[in-house]
């Protein structure tokens, strides 16, 4: 893949962050706790907003104090939250104006990762706490090319999980999928404009004003 973008919106969990083990303990833990089994969370949560996940589970009345709680657990736990391979760089050889980030998570968590993992905050991040419809809905990514004043389909998403991909797809938007938290096999076939194993597959340069990415 060789391609020219104005912008590179990432998600958060799994693609910048490895958070993977912390997001399973406090799902577990808050599962345990409301006597839901953990398993049947886990195979519907990730990339998604927590409130939604929760709302699969729970009637309507307890979703907010149950996300809150949630919340709470999950501030507690950065054991093991680091900076994905090849992050780091990335970021750091991105102008700020030219990036942002979609998380499924709350504002306050995901600085909270970032910061924890040695990455820069984004000056555009868009969160749970910013949209009415979580991934796969691609209001998210609408909002950020919108912040950053690029037209969706002159950006590329970066994605690690299912849900995540659909959502950037949806928006108009070209879209790398990391294989960082799920398989290969769980992404293939969604439409990804490539497919990678993790961000060390890729290079960045500048040129005329644009961003150019490529893979192998």
């Known amino acids: 893949m060789r391609i020219s973008v104005d912008a590179v919106l990432f998600d958060i969990d799994g693609t910048l962050v490895d958070s993977t083990g912390a997001v399973e303990r406090t799902w577990r833990l808050w599962g345990e706790a409301h006597g839901i089994d953990p398993d049947e969370i886990l195979a519907v949560s990730h990339g998604r907003r927590s409130e ?3 709302a699969m ?3 309507q009345d307890q979703v907010a104090d149950a996300t809150a709680e949630l919340e709470e657990l999950e501030l507690a736990d950065l054991d093991g939250v680091t900076a994905l391979p090849a992050t780091r760089e990335l970021l750091t050889s991105l102008p700020v104006e ?3 980030a979609v998380t499924s998570g709350s504002r306050r968590l995901m600085r909270t990762r970032l910061e924890a993992a040695g990455l820069p905050v984004p000056e555009v991040l ?3 706490d910013d949209v009415t419809e979580g991934k796969p809905h691609p209001q998210g990514y609408l909002r950020a090319a919108a912040r950053l004043g690029f037209d969706p389909a002159r950006c590329l998403v970066v994605e690690d999980a ?3 991909v659909r959502a950037g797809l949806a928006s108009g938007a070209a879209v790398l999928a990391v ?3 799920h398989s290969r096999t769980d992404l293939e076939g969604i439409g990804a404009t ?3 194993d ?3 597959f890729c290079t960045l340069e500048t040129t005329r004003g644009e961003l150019v990415l490529s893979t192998p």
């Open 198 to 200: 993790n961000l060390t």
């Open 162 to 164: 299912p849900a995540g």
């Open 57 to 59: 589970f729970l009637p």
């Open 126 to 128: 868009v969160t749970a």
């Open 52 to 54: 939604d996940t929760i």
């Open 194 to 196: 490539e497919l990678v």
């Open 179 to 181: 294989a960082t938290s």
């Open 98 to 100: 030219r990036w942002a």
